[in-house]
């Protein structure tokens, strides 16, 4: 076929043809491809699963009665105190002594107390305590396992660190600490966060060398690629999976720690969770009390249990392989 019949044959001159195209370094990179949102699939893919739906309900639930509910209601633990017949009432009891309604739904405890009221008084306390310490070792572990992934510098001075450290058992450490110090909220803490991002740290750091020697990365950089562009655009969507995932793990496991320690007798002196389940031990095996220990037990499970689904899934989520 000749020039003139290719020229012909597209519509064009034969100067079009041979027309002298510059060359765009940033038109030739791009590509004809679908926009891709991260964070809009991040959520199409979390809420395609309609029981994230239903956790998230558990979760807004559990928020509203942890933090809203104490802030409209008015909450005194001795009000009935000089009342015998208001201590140790049964559900159907407590109802039927002090109206029907959302306060005496779990009876009453030991000094005439709504054990409904002191159980999301309490939980306020424990979730909070969780939260912060989950949000300053993950913020901690991260920055310093990114840095510890890249350095090898680094690496050889963080890893006999840690081998002393993560050999401590955690559980020790922080009843030491507790002991050495008064158990307020803050001293409470300073335990949990003062080593417990050293094994997020080494987490997040095997993470990082697994992702950072991949074929990819290597050509970036052999193609000059800065190091934090790499970490950005290249490492930065598979860790926040990684990130999440972990934290989904964390925030339940200080609500147990918490829970652990009062329930040994060395946790906080306010009414957290952990300490209405200490004060309620001799309730659990008393005939017709039972339920001032479980009802605790109970919203504890409950709490935990919507955590951790919710980070777990949301941690599937953020996968950028469950895109596809």
Not at 10 to 18: A, Q, R, S
Not at 176 to 189: D, N, P, R, Y
Not at 215 to 224: D, P, T, V
């Amino acid at each position: 076929m000749t020039t003139a019949e290719v020229a012909e044959k597209h519509n064009i001159t034969v100067e079009e043809l041979f027309e002298h195209v510059e060359n765009n370094a940033e038109e030739a990179e791009r590509i004809t491809a679908p926009r891709y949102s991260y964070w809009h699939s991040v959520f199409r893919v979390f809420f395609r699963k309609k029981i994230n739906i239903i956790i998230l309900a558990l979760l807004a639930f559990i928020i509203i009665f942890t933090y809203v509910y104490p802030a409209v209601t008015e909450y005194d633990k001795f009000a009935n105190i000089m009342d015998a017949s208001a201590k140790h009432l049964t559900p159907a009891a407590a109802m039927e002594k002090f109206g029907y309604n959302i306060h005496w739904i779990f009876g009453a405890g030991a000094s005439g107390q709504s054990t409904f009221d002191a159980i999301w008084y309490g939980s306020r306390i424990s979730i909070s305590l969780a939260f912060i310490c989950a949000a300053i070792n993950m913020v901690i572990g991260v920055v310093l396992g990114a840095v510890w992934g890249f350095s090898k510098r680094f690496d050889s001075f963080m890893i006999p660190i840690y081998n002393i450290v993560g050999n401590i058992p955690y559980v020790l450490l922080i009843s030491v600490l507790v002991m050495i110090f008064s158990a307020s909220f803050w001293t409470m803490v300073f335990a949990l966060t003062i080593t417990g991002w050293i094994g997020i740290a080494y987490f997040i750091r095997t993470q990082v060398i697994i992702i950072r020697d991949r074929e990819y990365n290597l050509a970036s950089k052999c193609l000059g690629t800065s190091t934090l562009k790499i970490a950005i655009k290249n490492i930065l969507p598979f860790m926040t999976s990684v990130i999440v995932t972990q934290a989904a793990t964390e925030i339940p496991s200080y609500i147990g720690y918490e829970v652990f320690l009062a329930y040994i007798g060395m946790g906080l002196s306010d009414m957290s969770l952990g300490r209405m389940i200490y004060d309620a031990e001799s309730a659990m095996v008393t005939p017709g009390w039972q339920f001032e220990f479980w009802c605790p037990v109970a919203v504890v499970s409950f709490i935990t249990i919507v955590l951790y689904v919710v980070g777990q899934n949301l941690g599937d989520a953020t996968d950028p392989r469950t895109h596809m």
